[in-house]
């Protein structure tokens, strides 16, 4: 079974569209977050959730809005695309434990491509 | 402030050691990793160390961690062509909870027979 997935793995979308992408984890952790990850490689943290709860939100344009129905699910919603905005996204997960090593589990990402 | 930065390009021989460095800012930092991102595919976890430790070693990985300098090396022993990969360091910045992990531009590690 798969321990962190995301759906789509490509989409492709004009400027201008609004679109989501799923995230569903297995694995009963309390935290997840979502990455993007640029042409040059570069990942940045865009948000993180722990229990539904927004913990972090890096600075990112309010056109993203994260949704998390559950904490086994963290969804992402993109209005009014922009060609900036083509990039791979990566949903991870991670049982918060304060101090403690925090491992996180990586999703094989969503290649979002803006025309 | 947090940042993590490392080389963006190692190039080895097949068989020989890879040393992969970073270098990072805040001295706070509890947890230090290193990730794996083979094509196409996302990151894995390789291996990670405790600030206060300052030697792992995990099969034909070896973690070197100097606090003072704040900088991080990967060896890999052995390296094969399976290793190809772009190599990830991160931190747990240790003035937030465990909720953030910062990553480094990443170094993408070519093999030559």
């Known amino acids: 079974d798969t321990a962190v997935s995301q759906t789509p793995k490509y989409l492709v979308t004009q400027m201008g569209n609004d679109k989501s992408i799923k995230c569903e984890q297995n694995?009963?952790?309390?935290?997840m977050y979502w990455y993007k990850q640029d042409s040059k490689k570069f990942l940045k943290i865009m948000f993180s959730?722990?229990?539904?709860?927004?913990?972090i939100n890096e600075t990112v344009p309010n056109r993203f809005s994260p949704k998390s129905p559950d904490k086994a699910h963290l969804n992402l919603h993109i209005n009014s695309l922009e060609l900036g905005d083509s990039a791979v996204y990566f949903c991870?997960?991670?049982?918060?434990?304060?101090?403690?090593?925090?491992?996180?589990?990586f999703g094989q990402g969503t290649r979002l491509t803006v025309v | 402030g947090e940042d993590v930065e490392q080389s963006l390009f190692l190039s080895v021989r097949e068989g020989d050691s890879s040393v992969i460095n970073c270098t990072y800012t805040?001295?706070?930092?509890?947890?230090l990793y290193w990730y794996k991102q083979e094509p196409g595919a996302g990151l894995q976890l390789l291996t990670y160390?405790?600030?206060?430790?300052d030697m792992k070693q995990d099969q034909r990985l070896t973690v070197l961690l100097n606090k003072k300098d704040k900088h991080l090396s990967l060896r890999i022993a052995d390296t094969q062509t399976g290793d190809s990969a772009i190599y990830f360091c991160?931190?747990?910045?240790?003035?937030?909870?465990?909720?953030?992990?910062?990553f480094g531009s990443g170094t993408r590690l070519s093999i030559r027979p």
């Open positions: 160390i405790f600030s206060n430790m």
């Open positions: 991870a997960s991670s049982q918060d434990l304060g101090q403690r090593n925090t491992e996180a589990f």
């Open positions: 991160a931190e747990t910045p240790g003035y937030s909870s465990a909720s953030k992990i910062i």
């Open positions: 805040d001295s706070s930092s509890t947890y």
């Open positions: 694995l009963g952790h309390d935290t």
């Open positions: 959730y722990n229990n539904k709860e927004l913990i």
